[in-house]
T-cell receptor, first 110, second 116 residues
Framework: QKEVEQNSGPLSVPEGAIASLNCTYS??????FFWYRQYSGKSPELIMS????GDKEDGRFTAQLNKASQYVSLLIRDSQPSDSATYLC??????????FGQGTTLQVKP | GAGVSQSPSNKVTEKGKDVELRCDPI?????LYWYRQSLGQGLEFLIY??????PDKSGLPSDRFSAERTGGSVSTLTIQRTQQEDSAVYLC????WGQGVTDTQYFGPGTRLTVL
């Protein structure tokens, strides 16, 4: 079992729809969780961070964390073609280093 | 500077040559990380520097890889006797403290290494 798992996709949604991206992790002691967006040929860009159970909203983005289920998700409301990218889930170990999932490719179709 | 910078942006080398990749972290950040991303793959942790502590080298794939951080700022990743499987994008990130729940890593633009 990989330490951080994501469905590689592609996840295809129509413009204006809600995109739901999911991630599970195996280290129950993890405290910090991050979503990065990576456009093709570019480096990862931080979208959201979440540390406590529940929801955290920032504009069109909502991160959800459920530590009991070891599950973190990212919702993108009113999806736009410019949201088309690979979304990387990252979990931080106590040592400080990030463990990344393989990423989910999102395609938003006009 | 405003963000993490890396140089060169692209590096093409011949198998067996040594290469050096440079990273300049965000000013004031005490922690610096190197990751590798092969084509179509996720990010693979290589090495982590935090302040004056001994670096975490647990992700370095072989003894051909080494890194140093001078003066607590700029870091250089060196790959000796490069092999074709070393071809990848090498990403550097920095963060304020390294540890702590809210500490966040910010990435540089990466160096694309191609070994012929």
């Amino acid at each position: 079992q990989k330490e951080v798992e994501q469905n590689s996709g592609p996840l295809s949604v129509p413009e204006g729809a809600i995109a739901s991206l999911n991630c599970t992790y195996s280290d129950r002691g993890s405290q910090s969780f991050f979503w990065y967006r990576q456009y093709s040929g570019k480096s990862p860009e931080l979208i959201m961070s979440i540390y406590s159970n529940g929801d955290k909203e920032d504009g069109r983005f909502t991160a959800q964390l459920n530590k009991a289920s070891q599950y973190v998700s990212l919702l993108i409301r009113d999806s736009q073609p410019s949201d088309s990218a690979t979304y990387l889930c990252a979990v931080k170990r106590n040592t400080g280093k990030l463990i990344f999932g393989q990423g989910t490719t999102l395609q938003v179709k006009p | 500077g405003a963000g993490v910078s890396q140089s060169p942006s692209n590096k093409v080398t011949e198998k067996g040559k040594d290469v050096e990749l440079r990273c300049d972290p965000i000013s004031g950040h005490t922690a610096l990380y190197w990751y590798r991303q092969s084509l179509g793959q996720g990010l693979e942790f290589l090495i982590y520097f935090q302040g004056n502590s001994a670096p975490d080298k647990s992700g370095l794939p072989s003894d051909r890889f080494s890194a140093e951080r001078t003066g607590g700022s700029v870091s250089t990743l060196t790959i000796q006797r490069t092999q074709q499987e070393d071809s990848a994008v090498y990403l550097c990130a920095s963060s304020l403290w390294g540890q702590g729940v809210t500490d966040t890593q910010y990435f540089g633009p990466g160096t694309r290494l191609t070994v012929l």
